[in-house]
C-alpha cells in the first residue's frame, strides 16, 4: 500500500530532482486552530477555553509550526489569529512569517469579535506577488473569505486560499464564487481547508467547471490523532504537474497539514 503519510523529512527526502529548480515550487496548506494543541475528541471540551483566552503554551506550539512551513515556498494557513486577546496580542500570520523567514506574508481577518478573538487566513510566500486580493464569500452567516494572489505579470500562477463553510450548499455558493474570480486563469492553485472530499469538490460545485486536477482520496487530513477525512486540499489546474504530494504526520492542530510539491510550466516567468 502506497505511504500517503510521511514525516516531513520523508516527504523532502522524497522530492524529485528536476532539471529546471527554479520552476519547483513547494507548497503547504496548514489548519493550525490559532495554536492550540489537539491529540483527542474530548480535549475540544477540555481545551475551548484556550479559543477564548490566552495559554503559556500557544508560542510554542507555533514555534513548532515555524519549524515545518520554513522548508517551502508559499504556506496557505487557516484558523490563525490576526493579533487579540486571546493570543496575547500577536498576530499568529506575522509571527509565523518571520520566524520561517517568509518575506511576504498576507492575512485576512473574516471575523473580528473584538477583543477576544480576530478569525483570519493567512498566506506566506517567499515569491514577489504581482497583486493579493481579497474577497468576502457568500453566505448566511458573516466569516469566510478568500485571498488571492497572482505571481508574475504574463499568464500569472494565480494561489487562492479558502477555507469554506461547512454546509455542501453553501461550499457551492462559495466556489461558484471563487469560479468567476479565476475565469481565463490558466494556472491556478487552491489551498485550504475546504471541509469537504475532494472528489464531492471536484464533481458536484462548480470547481467541476475548471480543468483540476484529480486527488488521492487516501489524503486524509481530519482528525489529526486519527486521520479518517479528507478535508484539506491543494488542487492545481491541469497546466502544473504535481511532483509529489502527501499528509505531513506532524499532530500539532486537529488537522495535519497537506504538502505538495508542483513543477510548473517553463514558459512561466515568475
Given at each position: 500500500?502506497?505511504?500517503?503519510?510521511?514525516?516531513?523529512?520523508?516527504?523532502l527526502?522524497?522530492?524529485?530532482?528536476?532539471?529546471?529548480?527554479?520552476?519547483?515550487?513547494n507548497?503547504?496548506?496548514?489548519?493550525?486552530?490559532?495554536?492550540?494543541?489537539?491529540?483527542?475528541?474530548?480535549h475540544y471540551?477540555?481545551?475551548?477555553?484556550?479559543?477564548?483566552w490566552?495559554?503559556?503554551?500557544?508560542?510554542?506550539?507555533?514555534?513548532?509550526?515555524?519549524?515545518?512551513?520554513?522548508?517551502?515556498?508559499?504556506?496557505?494557513?487557516?484558523?490563525?489569529?490576526?493579533?487579540?486577546?486571546?493570543?496575547?496580542?500577536?498576530?499568529?500570520?506575522?509571527?509565523?512569517?518571520?520566524?520561517?523567514?517568509?518575506?511576504?506574508?498576507?492575512?485576512?481577518?473574516?471575523?473580528?469579535?473584538?477583543?477576544?478573538?480576530?478569525?483570519?487566513?493567512?498566506?506566506?510566500?517567499?515569491?514577489?506577488?504581482?497583486?493579493?486580493?481579497?474577497?468576502?464569500?457568500?453566505?448566511?452567516?458573516?466569516?469566510?473569505?478568500?485571498?488571492?494572489?497572482?505571481?508574475?505579470?504574463?499568464?500569472?500562477?494565480?494561489?487562492?486560499?479558502?477555507?469554506?463553510?461547512?454546509?455542501?450548499?453553501?461550499?457551492a455558493?462559495?466556489?461558484?464564487?471563487?469560479?468567476?474570480?479565476?475565469?481565463?486563469?490558466?494556472?491556478?492553485?487552491?489551498?485550504?481547508?475546504?471541509?469537504?472530499?475532494?472528489?464531492?469538490?471536484?464533481?458536484?460545485?462548480?470547481?467541476?467547471?475548471?480543468n483540476?486536477?484529480?486527488?488521492?482520496?487516501?489524503?486524509?487530513?481530519?482528525?489529526?490523532?486519527?486521520?479518517?477525512?479528507?478535508?484539506?486540499?491543494?488542487?492545481?489546474?491541469?497546466?502544473?504537474?504535481?511532483n509529489?504530494?502527501?499528509?505531513?504526520?506532524?499532530?500539532?492542530?486537529?488537522?495535519?497539514?497537506?504538502?505538495?510539491?508542483?513543477?510548473?510550466?517553463?514558459?512561466?516567468?515568475?
Amino acid at each position: 500500500m502506497v505511504n500517503h503519510r510521511l514525516s516531513l523529512s520523508d516527504f523532502l527526502l522524497a522530492l524529485p530532482d528536476a532539471d529546471k529548480a527554479k520552476n519547483q515550487i513547494n507548497l503547504i496548506s496548514f489548519n493550525i486552530q490559532v495554536g492550540i494543541q489537539t491529540a483527542a475528541y474530548h480535549h475540544y471540551l477540555t481545551r475551548s477555553w484556550q479559543h477564548l483566552w490566552p495559554h503559556k503554551q500557544r508560542t510554542p506550539t507555533l514555534d513548532r509550526i515555524a519549524d515545518i512551513l520554513r522548508h517551502f515556498d508559499i504556506a496557505a494557513l487557516q484558523e490563525a489569529d490576526g493579533g487579540s486577546w486571546r493570543s496575547n496580542f500577536i498576530n499568529q500570520v506575522e509571527h509565523l512569517a518571520d520566524k520561517a523567514k517568509f518575506p511576504h506574508w498576507f492575512q485576512q481577518t473574516n471575523r473580528n469579535i473584538r477583543p477576544i478573538a480576530k478569525h483570519s487566513n493567512g498566506l506566506l510566500s517567499r515569491l514577489e506577488p504581482h497583486q493579493v486580493e481579497y474577497h468576502k464569500l457568500p453566505g448566511l452567516l458573516p466569516g469566510r473569505g478568500a485571498m488571492v494572489m497572482k505571481i508574475g505579470r504574463t499568464d500569472p500562477l494565480v494561489i487562492i486560499v479558502l477555507h469554506l463553510a461547512l454546509g455542501a450548499k453553501t461550499q457551492a455558493a462559495q466556489l461558484g464564487y471563487i469560479q468567476t474570480l479565476v475565469e481565463g486563469a490558466r494556472h491556478v492553485v487552491i489551498m485550504g481547508d475546504l471541509n469537504n472530499h475532494a472528489d464531492h469538490l471536484l464533481s458536484n460545485t462548480p470547481l467541476a467547471k475548471l480543468n483540476f486536477h484529480s486527488v488521492d482520496p487516501l489524503l486524509h487530513t481530519f482528525p489529526s490523532w486519527q486521520p479518517q477525512r479528507g478535508l484539506d486540499h491543494i488542487l492545481v489546474s491541469d497546466s502544473i504537474q504535481i511532483n509529489k504530494v502527501a499528509v505531513l504526520d506532524t499532530p500539532i492542530s486537529d488537522h495535519l497539514p497537506i504538502a505538495m510539491q508542483i513543477q510548473l510550466p517553463s514558459k512561466i516567468i515568475l
